[in-house]
């Protein structure tokens, strides 16, 4: 027994207000039953005729209808579309194919699923659809289904007053002309790959350079050149847009050498960067009247150029004052001076940490506690207080994890205080305070609010 059922939908698109003509699709699909061998079943195809008595029976009007009917059929046996997925786009992502851009997918093994553009992140999860979606290629919309001058909607108003009359006919048996055509379903969707917007997962970038730390020629029989990464390497491995990538290659102060991409050793990186200052007292040179070439050459034979000249493009940026010239970066020299005062375990007291970090400090640079940002913490809450060392690339990567050992660290927290260690975590719609609101209590002490563990 071949059991054959039917659905009609009229579809009316506004267009300016107006109403422009509807399309019929006639949706087929046969309900087999088990006990008929399926060799003997046939496909039913529609007829015109079917269509007007599908028309008939969903009570709609003929002529408020296109010449074209288009009749949806369950995908053919012979068509392969395992392959095929749903993938929600923003405005960003579709503008990235227009032009021509690649989406790229990244994970590992162990890793949940990224999409990457040049430029943003996202990471990607599988949601289901409350309707079934059908995808049918060269299926026609209303523009394309009219044939009559009457019913086109390129017509105009030219001819309205034809249309009104038409359509105000009381004659039911007006004929209308009708072209039937097949379209086959290509696949039925019921879930979808849905986007949101991330930050870019630094984490493992910082982790597979700390492998390879450079700390000198003399040291590098100590690595394991199977674990050197190129640039592109590390590229496809990271899970963040090539720009978010290059960023953090800065972030990191990461260099190119021999072709692959290498992290220095901080108390290396210290003492090259602290020859290269001596040059400003040694050539009696103003803060920004830095030279390149004789910077570089001045430490031939210490290091290698492309340390040199990487450590340079890093740590100094074009002077505004003398052209040609250049001028250290404050906020990172003061930062790879205090990285080196601080030592795991140890605490100073606030007005012992600043004379020292001061004093490391060329003449008319000044630290500043908004320069320890991500790197150590000034504790209030004992008799004396102190500065100690907090970085932020050693704590868990788990935002639960984290902020235990934030508050085992330390009591109570600010926003300021917190944010840089929580900033990793949040979203285009998700800020530090929605997280702190999540997995920390506030109080106000004195008029200042300060965050404390939830537990």
Not at 49 to 57: A, N, P, S, T
Not at 346 to 365: C, H, K
Request: with cysteine; charged share 25%.
């Amino acid at each position: 027994m071949n059991c054959t059922s039917y659905f009609a939908v009229n579809r009316a698109i506004t267009l300016g207000g107006k109403i422009c003509h509807s399309v019929l699709f006639i949706y087929n699909f046969c309900l087999l039953n088990m006990e008929v061998d399926e060799n003997a079943l046939q496909l039913y195809v529609r007829t015109p005729d079917d269509v007007k008595v599908i028309v008939k029976h969903a009570k709609l009007d003929e002529r408020q209808l296109t010449q074209v009917t288009q009749a949806l059929y369950y995908p053919s046996a012979t068509i392969v579309s395992d392959n095929l997925r749903l993938l929600e786009l923003d405005e960003h992502m579709l503008q990235q194919i227009r032009t021509g851009q690649t989406l790229h997918f990244k994970g590992g093994l162990h890793e949940k699923v990224v999409l990457c553009t040049d430029e943003r992140t996202y990471d990607v999860k599988g949601a289901e659809i409350s309707n079934s979606l059908l995808v049918v290629p060269e299926l026609k919309f209303g523009a394309a289904t009219s044939t009559s001058p009457l019913k086109s909607p390129r017509s105009g108003n030219a001819n309205a007053s034809l249309e009104r009359s038409l359509n105000d006919s009381t004659e039911d048996d007006l004929e209308v002309p009708r072209t039937l055509e097949q379209r086959q379903v290509l696949k039925i969707f019921h879930e979808y790959f849905e986007c949101r917007e991330i930050r870019p997962r630094y984490r493992k970038l910082g982790e597979l350079l700390q492998l390879t730390r450079y700390s000198g020629p003399e040291n590098e029989y100590c690595i394991d050149r199977k674990l050197l990464f190129s640039f592109q390497q590390l590229l496809d491995t990271v899970q963040c847009s090539r720009a978010q990538f290059e960023q953090g290659l800065r972030q990191f102060r990461a260099i190119e050498l021999d072709g692959h991409i290498r992290i220095l050793d901080c108390e290396y990186e210290y003492r090259i960067i602290n020859l290269m200052l001596g040059l400003l007292s040694e050539n009696s040179w103003a803060l920004d009247e830095v030279e390149r070439e004789v910077t570089i050459y001045a430490l031939q034979g210490i290091a290698p150029d492309a340390i040199v000249t990487g450590l340079f493009d890093i740590y100094v940026k074009a002077s505004d004052r003398c052209v040609g010239k250049f001028k250290y970066d404050e906020s990172l020299v003061a930062r790879i001076v205090a990285q080196n005062i601080l030592q795991h375990g140890l605490r100073f007291r606030n007005e012992e940490f600043m004379s020292t970090w001061q004093d490391a400090l060329p003449e008319g640079m000044f630290c500043k506690l908004e320069y320890l940002r991500g790197l150590g913490i000034c504790d209030k809450e004992g008799a004396q207080p102190c500065i100690r060392s907090l970085a932020e690339d050693q704590l868990p990567f788990n935002i639960n994890d984290r902020m235990r050992s934030l508050f085992k660290t330390k009591r109570k927290w600010t926003l300021d205080e917190m944010e840089p260690y929580i900033d990793c975590f949040t979203t285009p719609t998700l800020s530090v305070s929605t997280l702190l609101a999540k997995h920390a209590r506030s109080l106000t002490e004195n008029g200042i609010r300060y965050f404390v563990s939830k537990h």
